[in-house]
T-cell receptor
């Protein structure tokens, strides 16, 4: 079990550019989550999927953010256009089945928008 | 909406001593799940311990135990025989029954001193 794999680990981009963050969940996990971590707001749930279908995207800050899960082994979080206030660590997590299952987190992507 | 509050932004403890991190939550639900996660400097989020609300017995995992007070909506984490490797951010988290959106507190930064 390789765990949840996120790429890139670090991303530095200029304001206005498109940013794509990638995630490969643990095989067999039905749920995939995207979180954003900042000093000011802590860990915020952005969106989560069940069997590749978005279930709750109420945490997505605005239309500049979009997430997709085209298949069970891959998800992307895209920011277009990026802004300096999007700078944060973005975590992807997956879990097997039920609400009592713990989340398995990736190592996160540290995004810096200048 | 469910909220999770960690009122101690930072704490420190001497190696080998015991420390308790506090967490309170607000919910109108009767069934739910509570978790403590650890985030060391490596940034990886690691499950420490979890508790089902319908179980009265407090969960324990080796040196880690919780004091779950359902009526008071309190879920504190006790770390016994603290080790240097326990230095990390600790997050309390909540999930409703039949719902997978896990909500996190702001975290407590714990430093274990030699």
């Amino acid at each position: 079990d390789a765990g949840v794999i996120q790429s890139p680990r670090h991303e530095v981009t200029e304001m206005g550019q498109e940013v794509t963050l990638r995630c490969k969940p643990i095989s067999g996990h039905d749920y995939l989550f995207w979180y954003r971590q900042t000093m000011m707001r802590g860990l915020e749930l952005l969106i989560y999927f069940n069997n590749n279908v978005p279930i709750d995207d109420s945490g997505m800050p605005e239309d500049r953010f979009s997430a997709k899960m085209p298949n069970a082994s891959f998800s992307t979080l895209k920011i277009q256009p990026s802004e300096p206030r999007d700078s944060a660590v973005y975590f992807c997590a997956s879990s097997p089945r039920t609400e009592y299952s713990p989340l398995h987190f990736g190592n996160g992507t540290r995004l810096t928008v200048t | 909406a469910q909220t999770v509050t960690q009122s101690q932004p930072e704490m420190s403890v001497q190696e080998a001593e015991t420390v308790t991190l506090s967490c309170t939550y607000d919910t109108s639900e009767n069934n739910y799940y509570l978790f403590w996660y650890k985030q060391p400097p490596s940034r990886q989020m690691i499950l420490v311990i979890r508790q089902e609300a319908y179980k009265q017995q407090n969960a324990t995992e080796n040196r880690f135990s919780v004091n779950f007070q359902k009526a008071a909506k309190s879920f504190s984490l006790k770390i016994s025989d603290s080790q240097l490797g326990d230095t990390a951010m600790y997050f309390c988290a909540f999930t409703r029954f039949n719902n997978n959106d896990m909500r996190f507190g702001a975290g407590t930064r714990l430093t274990v001193k030699p």
